[in-house]
């Protein structure tokens, strides 16, 4: 089992960038593809970004792509989201989540058997 842990979230201004961060405890970051999904408040959680365990394949939602960047450091055991012109509506809670099955991940969260806690982004107009 691993345990994840999201850091980095805050208060930021639209226009502004934020670097969050996941890291992994109890088994290595290397043995999981990962992906992040985010909840805005009062919406249903929605796919962000994934992430193969190699790191070589990744995607995005259409909503985030070219603004968000995810990235892995697997010997560090830590993935990461750099979020670049946050957008009003990119406020959420951001959750990492960890897919075993699988070397690519997915977007799908039901594919994945590991989740963190969440951290909370704001941005304001």
């Known amino acids: 089992q691993v345990q994840l842990r999201e850091s980095g979230g805050g208060s930021v201004q639209a226009g502004d960038s934020l670097r969050l961060s996941c890291a992994a405890s109890g088994r290595a970051l290397g043995a999981f593809a990962m992906g992040w999904f985010r909840q805005p408040p009062g919406k249903e959680r929605e796919f962000v970004a994934h992430i193969s365990v190699s790191g070589a394949t990744v995607q995005y939602a259409d909503s985030v792509k070219g603004r968000f960047t995810i990235s892995r450091d697997n010997p560090l055991g830590t993935m990461f989201l750099q979020m670049k012109s946050l957008k009003y509506e990119d406020a959420a809670t951001y959750y990492c989540?960890?897919?075993?099955?699988?070397?690519?991940?997915?977007?799908?969260?039901?594919?994945?058997?590991?989740w963190g806690q969440g951290t909370q982004v704001t941005v304001s107009s």
């Open positions: 989540a960890a897919n075993e099955q699988s070397q690519y991940g997915s977007d799908w969260q039901g594919a994945y058997e590991y």
